[in-house]
């Protein structure tokens, strides 16, 4: 477990010397007593121990490896700090999926989908006050719900009798609509690939851009009001949702 943790510390040490601007830019103090690399270290590791909370991760190191990490702050100073490197997370994240994606097999497919983060729901959904900068008020067509939240979006690699590979995370206000999202994430797409989407993404111009990229927008389809039903659609959107 030791040549694990020496082995993470090296990871990151390492990605943080190829990225000097990380080091500027994410920490208010440029030489702590206990740098952020260490922080980042001891928070993933933790996690890889089956710890899913800051303060848990906090307990574990603090009781079983203090000696590793001798200039260990106060639990409230670590919480504050680990709030500030969000974006070294981001970096760290897009570079561990970029070196195992040559572990783990994937199509040149993509599939791209989102997940509401409900803060307050219900009667609740006017009042709430949480993440006031970002959250709004939102409706969940699949919960057929009124809250107040955020929206979770992505993008991942479909791999075939196994999860997707997620490449690219987004968080926007739960008013967004996903089409818009979509835009933001601004998929890179391989040559020749699809993108499978449920019918929330079925909209012809984000088809022809999709085209003039050179891949294809695979959404399921959406009946018009009045529109006679044929099997046609039906097996299609069978097809469409078997591959998400």
């Known amino acids: 477990m030791e040549t694990k943790l020496i082995e993470l510390y090296l990871l990151i040490c390492r990605l943080y010397d190829n990225q000097p601007v990380l080091k500027q830019q994410l920490s208010n103090n440029h030489q702590p007593l206990f740098s952020d690399e260490e922080l980042l270290t001891m928070y993933l590791f933790g996690h890889l121990q089956g710890h899913t909370t800051g303060r848990r991760i906090y307990d574990y190191i603090d009781n079983h490896w203090r000696a590793w990490f001798p200039a260990l702050p106060a639990y409230q100073a670590f919480n504050r700090r680990l709030n500030e490197l969000v974006p070294a997370?981001?970096?760290?994240?897009?570079?561990?999926?970029?070196?195992?994606?040559?572990?783990?097999?994937?199509?040149?497919?993509?599939?791209?989908?989102?997940?509401?983060?409900?803060?307050?729901?219900?009667?609740?959904a006017n009042r709430g006050r949480v993440a006031a900068g970002l959250a709004d008020a939102g409706f969940c067509a699949t919960k057929q719900q009124h809250h107040r939240g955020v929206k979770l979006?992505?993008?991942?690699?479909?791999?075939?009798?196994?999860?997707?590979?997620?490449?690219?995370?987004?968080?926007s206000k739960a008013s967004q609509h996903d089409l818009a999202a979509l835009r933001e994430l601004s998929?890179?797409?391989?040559?020749?690939?699809?993108?499978?989407?449920?019918?929330?993404?079925?909209?012809?111009?984000?088809?022809?851009?999709?085209?003039?990229?050179?891949?294809?927008?695979?959404?399921?389809?959406?009946?018009?009001?009045?529109?006679?039903?044929?099997?046609?659609?039906?097996?299609?959107?069978?097809?469409?949702?078997?591959?998400?």
Request: charged share 20%.
């Open 89 to 124: 997370f981001e970096f760290l994240i897009e570079h561990l999926l970029k070196g195992a994606a040559w572990q783990i097999q994937s199509t040149d497919d993509r599939l791209v989908d989102s997940v509401p983060v409900m803060l307050a729901r219900g009667i609740h």
């Open 187 to 244: 998929p890179r797409m391989p040559a020749n690939s699809g993108l499978f989407a449920d019918n929330v993404y079925f909209h012809a111009a984000t088809q022809a851009e999709l085209k003039e990229q050179g891949s294809f927008l695979v959404a399921s389809y959406k009946r018009h009001r009045n529109e006679p039903q044929t099997n046609v659609p039906t097996l299609y959107n069978r097809f469409v949702s078997a591959i998400r």
């Open 153 to 171: 979006h992505f993008i991942a690699a479909h791999r075939s009798k196994g999860l997707p590979l997620p490449e690219r995370i987004h968080l």
